[in-house]
C-alpha cells in the first residue's frame, strides 16, 4: 500500500463492471487510490462475489432489511466509516440517496452516468438518445448532490451514434467508454486536481493553464471500434 492513498469504498446493486474497473485500476501502486471495500443493496450482486474474490471486503446491506430509506442509509454510512472512507463511488448503484446521506458525504461522493449530462438525466439513456436522433453519446463522472444526475462533472466522454445502431449495439460502446473514464476521474479526485467548490467542479494541477491553447486535454483511451467512415460522413451532414 502507497502512503497517502485515499480508500475509496465502491457501493453497487448488480454486476458492477465499472467496479471491477476501479479495482483494477486501484491495483498499480502508483494510482492515487486503493479500493476500501464494497457494499450492495442487494444481497446477491454478482459484483460481490468479483470483489471477494480480488480479497477486498463485499458486503451486503440489502434495502428490505430495514424500514425506510434513512435507516438504509445510516447503515450504509456507519459501514463506510468503519472502512475509513475517504472517497465513496457509486457504480451502477440503483437506489436514491437520502438527502442527509447525501450532504454528509458530498465532494466526496462521485457517480459515472451513461449520458453526456445535462443530457438524458435518470434511466434508458440510450433508448432515448437514439430517439432524439443525436450523433454524439457517452458517458460522465459527476459529483453526488441531491439532484439526481446533477451535480457537477469531472470529466466526460463521448462516442458516436453509428447508422443503423440498436439501443444494445450503443450501450456497449458507451460501456466501454465508461470503463476508461471512471478510474480517470477517480483519479483526479483522489488527487486533489478535481474538487467541489461552492457547487462547481475546480481543476487545478493538470499542467498547463485552461486559458492556454496548449492545455492538456485529459481522455480515455482513443476509441478504435471499426467505422465505416464515407457512411457516417453521409449520415451527419
Known sequence: MTEGRKRVAILISGRGTNMARLIEAAEDPTYPAEIAGVISDVADAAGLIYAADKGIGAAAIPRDAFPSRQAHDDAIDAAL?????????????????????????????INIHPALLPSFKGLDTHRRALEAGVRIHGCTVHFVTAEMDG???????????????????????????????????????????????????????????????NARLFSPAPWSEELDFEALARFTP
Open 81 to 109: 466509516q468503519v472502512l475509513g472512507a475517504d472517497i465513496v463511488c457509486l457504480a451502477g448503484y440503483m437506489r436514491i440517496l437520502t438527502a442527509s446521506f447525501v450532504e454528509s458525504w458530498q465532494g466526496r461522493m
Open 151 to 213: 451535480g457537477p462533472i469531472i470529466a466526460q466522454s463521448a462516442v458516436p451514434v453509428l447508422p443503423n445502431d440498436s439501443e444494445a449495439e450503443l450501450a456497449a460502446r458507451v460501456l466501454k467508454a465508461e470503463h476508461e473514464l471512471y478510474p480517470l476521474a477517480l483519479g483526479l479526485v483522489a488527487e486533489g486536481k478535481a474538487a467541489m467548490e461552492n457547487g462547481r467542479t475546480v481543476l487545478s494541477g493538470l499542467g498547463a493553464s485552461p486559458r492556454d491553447g
